[in-house]
């Protein structure tokens, strides 16, 4: 249950809110009593008036209604069942204002809680989830934590004190009708809470069932070379037909129960309402209720039905916030390793950029093999590093644990000579410009893409990067230049302007390691001479390390390291790899034949 | 054949071309109105009933009677439970069936089209037009039409009952109606805003946490953890501000309907009070509008609500008729020519070809395949060598030139004739998910169970399939991933075996074979070919050098043809060329680190 305290803990900040909103909706709750009574006064009162029968004109109703011994009576009680039907629908506007807005702002809290908690984990969490189910977590999950608060909590306060105020009510009138009259509500709310439950369960069901029909859909489309080859359409259509006929049937039993449920609410409904008819006339014949109690209690019922009913899905909207919130639970509660520790020095202030892989060793959270063995290396400060290897050989793992997003395995690696694990993380960071494979870019401006590699950058500092990383004249091509939006509700960049606009972002940190990972595959070879030969100005005196398949662009590094299955196989300058003719004069070879055959 | 009516009539009614697929179901349809209206009748009666009991036998003091008038109101409330049980699942099960039918035409309709139909739009847009779009219509379907009819049903007997027992009264109390339907309507109009809004900032709120879950590297590589916060306060705060401006509409809407409601009871109660002072009304009367009154209302907000759901059904079956009506490019000839089987001679003359008006991807290409032949096609990526088999299949019609089989134009013929003479081995989506068997056989039922384990022995796969869990009937994930790829192209070798073809299109595999299946997989290549006309494109230099022919494709033109020996021998050939960057790549002593 200490779960279930730390989510009430969200209450807190609106405790007044809520309070307030609970004695509205209990004040709304009893004014909403008061509307059968006036009706069963206006009835009692009626027939104990004796007035003459009178010609059925409309000069006499006129009469009856606004002038006569009656027409107080009449209006009297309308009005106060009006002033009581205005006050309690005032009270309720009031709870919803209240409640459910309440609700909205904790679940705002709370998503800002779980956000918080996303940017703090480190990428071993994000590589040991799948991150679509992080993504439900941070957001569906959320939303059904929310009716706990909202919907859920309204609807037992209204459920309790409606109960109470009509149950009340409805003893003082007759205690023996009013048993009878509720005999079938508790039936209401079970059959409420199983239907519910049922449909929560089988709508997965139906969900996995729909999925299979569109992965088979899916399955026949993308190979439908294959299918029509063979000639086998029909017999893809029979098994898409297979699919699609389960899932008819699957609904249709979940339709079953629905439709026994509107029905089943409106029989219980309906026998209160028969069974107040015959126990009050009953009782009303014997001459110890009014023609007015029979009204009275027909509206009290009808009061009840919706509250009592609610309360079965109530308690099943409970179960589901309480399965999402344990889920969210996990996440806030996951620890946060790779932050500054007690060994991190705070002295240290600055870095030049000598790096250094001492037998260093990686395995990925959860995987069996190592990626990286043993991997030494050394970059002095201001010098270029090149590193090659075939797909899958280690190049991506290795630079991303400069920046630590991840801690190695076994071995250390030396900043200065400094285990980067003590220097602050903070710095560290800011100290490198990395230029990932993917050059993820953000919805937003380009300018805000740029700009994101440093804190309050000036407009000038902003094109200046871009200019550097050669890609302010494409931008500049664009109608809102800098401020043109990418992504979904903007843009799609070319697959270079991309991770030009990313070596731009890198560029404006003025980082003092430089890390670029396959950065200019997506332009051709001449293009990226051009790129590379403006970027070598800048990226003189920073360290840079960089990925590349292609020679021309690494064979001036000051050393190139050859990597296979996360080992460092060969290493040296351009021409002296070429001179052992091993992998990498092959890879160079090859090369230069394809260039040739390019161009016949 | 798909028995397409062809209606040249495509703007026709969305509803009446609906109701094609609802017409199976047609006497079903009048049987659930038919029921509803039963329903509605149980249901508004009640009130009459409650009146009846009150005035007749509660007034006149007469127990037998309340007990006959209670036993009918009980009949009345069981058969309107039965009815509306019925009713529902009829209805829904109609729907369904519709549904059904619906979606499996869509997918035959889409899978009988020609190949550029899937090349231009989305394989996500077609799986959306089978699945979510038909969904779409679910709720029209299974539960809109007949609950119009019913909503309409139900107020028509309220007013029928309530304008039976006093019509003044029943102006009276309806007097409110316009209030509502005035209050509904705006509130309709505002909460349709607002809850574009809602959805715009849900998905802007969405957005942007599904992307930094991607890209939260990238944040942490910046240190941009704070401004990120900040931002997504913002979007979140935007997101909180657009709920409770509904949360303001829906706080004011029903309450108001409350109020409205009980403004109708108000009135009846006072106007009826005073006709029943005159003796006019009776209390019964009274009983019975204040139940009327109450049930009144749900009709109304229901029709309104169920006309929103025909407006988004339109809109889905627009864009599910819109692919009914898609043209198939590729078609039988009127008068197919018979070719039976084939010796196996293919022949290319001059054929040009683009998959779009710009960029020619065959120019005037000619060749010949004699019977029994191997053909080999080898180049550069983009070289136009796929692009043969999608000619030769048929699944795009050239530009220029002609295409033959044993000398017959492959248009005279019908696909099915056409492609049953080829066996098809692609290099992906090669496989199903399903089992080994349903995969070599493609629910061929003229090929046996034993056919398939005699050919998988005589190419030597039988080993490694009976070690799979259940053998045969391992079944496979999709795409067939939990097998490796050497095996997966021995099944599809199998394939193409039992189907025993005379012509052989063979799409060499990309990837590597594990060294493990390699000589099995060259074995069984070898069989294959044996006395079949096979067209080889090959990735692979090693795997072809036996061919008869080898065609080197360049730039969508055929540059070089000759054997093996006679292009190794051109100096400056670009089979040499392509030839030693593979030698290269198989020089590379592959290390295995330990």
């Known amino acids: 249950m200490g779960s279930l305290q730390k989510l009430n803990q969200y209450f807190k900040k609106y405790k007044g809110t809520i309070i307030l909103g609970s004695l509205f909706l209990t004040a709304s709750n009893f004014f909403l009593i008061w509307i059968p009574v006036y009706l069963r006064r206006t009835v009692d009162e009626v027939s104990n008036i004796n007035v003459e029968e009178s010609p059925d004109s409309f000069d006499s109703i006129i009469e009856v209604l606004f002038n006569s011994s009656a027409s107080w009576v009449l209006a009297k009680n309308a009005l106060l069942l009006v002033g009581a039907v205005l006050l309690s629908g005032f009270l309720l506007f009031a709870t919803r204002q209240t409640l459910i807005v309440a609700s909205r702002k904790i679940e705002f809290d709370l998503r800002n809680d779980i956000f918080d908690k996303l940017l703090k984990l480190p990428q071993r969490f994000y590589s040991n989830y799948d991150s679509g189910e992080v993504y439900v977590r941070a957001t569906e999950d959320v939303s059904k934590v929310r009716e706990y608060f909202g919907p859920a909590y309204m609807y037992t306060i209204n459920t309790l004190t409606r109960m109470g105020f009509i149950i009340t009510m409805m003893i003082i009138v007759s205690p023996e009708l009013t048993m009878w009259a509720l005999l079938p509500l508790p039936f209401l709310s079970a059959f409420a809470y199983w239907v519910s439950g049922y449909i929560n369960d089988y709508s997965r069901i139906i969900q996995e069932q729909y999925s299979t029909i569109a992965g088979r859909a899916k399955e026949s489309f993308s190979s439908i070379r294959l299918i029509k080859a063979y000639n086998r359409e029909a017999y893809e259509m029979q098994r898409f037909e297979d699919e699609s006929e389960s899932y008819r049937k699957k609904k249709l039993r979940l339709d079953l129960v629905e439709s026994l449920f509107h029905p089943t609410l409106n029989l219980l409904i309906g026998l209160s309402v028969v069974i107040v008819v015959w126990k009050a006339g009953q009782l009303v014949i014997e001459g110890q209720l009014t023609v007015g109690n029979i009204l009275e209690f027909i509206v009290y019922v009808a009061y009840l039905t919706w509250p009592v009913a609610s309360l079965g899905y109530t308690v099943n909207r409970f179960q589901q916030s309480m399965a999402s919130w344990k889920r969210i639970d996990q996440v806030l509660t996951e620890d946060v390793k790779i932050e500054d520790q007690a060994h991190t020095d705070q002295q240290i202030d600055h870095i030049n950029g000598t790096i250094e892989f001492n037998d260093v060793s990686f395995k990925y959270p959860g995987a069996e093999e190592y990626a990286l063995n043993d991997v030494n290396l050394k970059v002095e400060a201001g010098q270029n590093a090149a590193i090659v290897g075939r797909t899958g050989s280690g190049k991506t793992t290795l630079i991303e644990l400069v920046p630590r997003l991840f801690d190695v395995t076994e071995g250390e690696i030396l900043i200065d000579g400094q285990n980067i694990e003590s220097i602050p993380l903070q710095l560290l960071r800011e100290s490198i410009g990395l230029v990932p494979q993917d050059t993820f870019l953000f919805s937003d401006t380009i300018g805000e893409n740029i700009a994101f590699g440093t804190t309050n950058a000036t407009q000038e500092e902003i094109e200046e990067a871009a200019e550097k990383a050669q890609v302010r004249d494409n931008i500049l091509e664009f109608d809102k230049k800098f401020e043109t939006i990418l992504g979904e509700r903007g843009i799609t960049l070319s697959g270079g302007q991309k991770q030009r606009t990313a070596i731009a972002r890198a560029l404006i940190r003025d980082p003092k390691i430089i890390i670029l990972d396959d950065s200019l595959s997506a332009v051709d070879t001449k293009t990226e001479e051009a790129i590379l030969q403006h970027l070598r100005k800048e990226l003189k005196g920073r360290t840079t390390l960089m990925i590349s398949h292609r020679i021309s662009t690494i064979k001036d590094a000051d050393i190139i390291y050859y990597l296979e299955d996360g080992t460092v196989v060969e290493q040296g300058t351009h021409e002296e790899l070429l001179e052992k003719e091993g992998r990498y004069s092959v890879m160079y070879n090859k090369q230069l034949i394809e260039q040739e055959l390019a161009e016949i | ?594």
């Open chain 2, 1 to 594: 054949m798909s028995n397409s009516t062809t209606d040249k009539a495509v703007d026709s009614d969305l509803l009446r071309r609906l109701y094609q697929f609802i017409r199976p179901y047609r006497w079903y349809v009048l049987l659930g109105i038919a029921l509803t209206l039963s329903a509605a009748f149980m249901g508004t009666v009640r009130p009459k009933l409650t009146q009846i009991a009150v005035d007749e036998y509660i007034r006149n003091k007469d127990f037998q009677g309340l007990l006959w008038i209670v036993l009918l109101l009980i009949g009345a409330l069981v058969g309107e439970f039965l009815l509306l049980v019925a009713n529902t699942y009829l209805t829904r099960w109609f729907g369904q069936g519709t549904l059904f039918n619906l979606r499996n035409a869509v997918f035959k309709k889409i899978q009988s089209l020609h190949v550029q139909f899937f090349d231009k739009n989305p394989i996500g847009r077609l799986i959306t037009r089978t699945t979510s779009d038909i969904e779409a219509l679910s709720d029209l379907l299974s539960d809109g039409v007949v609950n119009i009819i019913g909503d309409m049903f139900r107020i028509f007997f309220i007013l029928y009952f309530m304008f039976s027992m006093s019509w003044e009264l029943s102006l009276v109390a309806i007097s409110v109606l316009p209030i509502l339907f005035y209050a509904t309507f705006v509130f309709k109009a505002k909460v349709r805003v607002s809850f574009l809004n809602v959805r715009d900032q849900i998905s802007r709120l969405n957005s942007f946490v599904q992307e930094h879950i991607n890209g939260m590297g990238i944040v942490q590589l910046f240190n941009k953890e704070e401004r990120e916060r900040e931002k997504f306060k913002d979007i979140n705060a935007a997101h909180r501000d657009a709920y409770i401006e509904t949360i303001f509409y829906f706080a004011i809407f029903w309450p108001l309907v409350e109020i409205i409601a009980s403004l109708a009871m108000a009135l009846v109660i006072w106007y009826g009070g005073g006709r029943a002072l005159m003796g006019q009304v009776t209390f019964g009367i009274l009983l019975a509008f204040i139940q009327y009154v109450r049930d009144f209302f749900r009709p109304i907000q229901g029709l309104s609500e169920k006309f929103n759901t025909l407006q988004s059904a339109l809109a889905s079956s627009e864009r599910i008729f819109n692919v009914l009506d898609t043209e198939n490019e590729i078609t039988d000839p009127a008068e197919p020519e018979k070719i039976g089987e084939v010796k196996g001679e293919i022949e290319f003359e001059n054929v040009w070809f683009s998959y779009n008006k710009e960029e020619t991807v065959l120019r005037d290409v000619s060749f010949k395949a004699e019977p029994g032949k191997t053909i080999a096609f080898v180049g550069a990526t983009g070289a136009g060598k796929s692009t043969i088999i999608n000619l030769l299949l048929r699944y795009y019609d050239i530009d220029e030139g002609s295409i033959k089989i044993d000398g017959k134009d492959i248009r005279d013929l019908t696909l099915s004739e056409l492609r049953s003479n080829f066996a098809l081995v692609l290099q992906d989506n090669a496989l199903f998910s399903g089992s080994i068997m349903e995969n070599i056989t493609l629910g061929n039922p003229n090929i046996s169970k034993e056919e398939v384990i005699a050919t998988s022995r005589e190419i030597g796969a039988d080993a490694f399939i009976n070690k799979l869990p259940n053998g045969y009937n391992y079944e496979l994930s999709e795409r067939g991933q939990s097998i490796s790829m050497g095996q997966r192209q021995l099944i599809c070798f199998i394939r193409a075996m039992v189907y025993d073809p005379n012509i052989l299109i063979l799409d060499e595999a990309t990837s590597s074979v594990d060294s493990e299946t390699e000589e099995t997989v060259n074995k069984a290549f070898k069989k294959l070919m044996e006395g079949r006309t096979s067209i080889v494109i090959a990735h692979r230099l090693s795997t072809i050098q036996g061919a008869d022919k080898i065609l080197v494709m360049h730039k969508g033109e055929i540059r070089e043809r000759g054997t093996h020996q006679q292009l190794i021998g051109k100096e400056e050939g670009i089979y040499r060329k392509l030839y030693e960057l593979q030698y290269k790549d198989e020089l590379l002593p592959t290390v295995k680190s330990e």
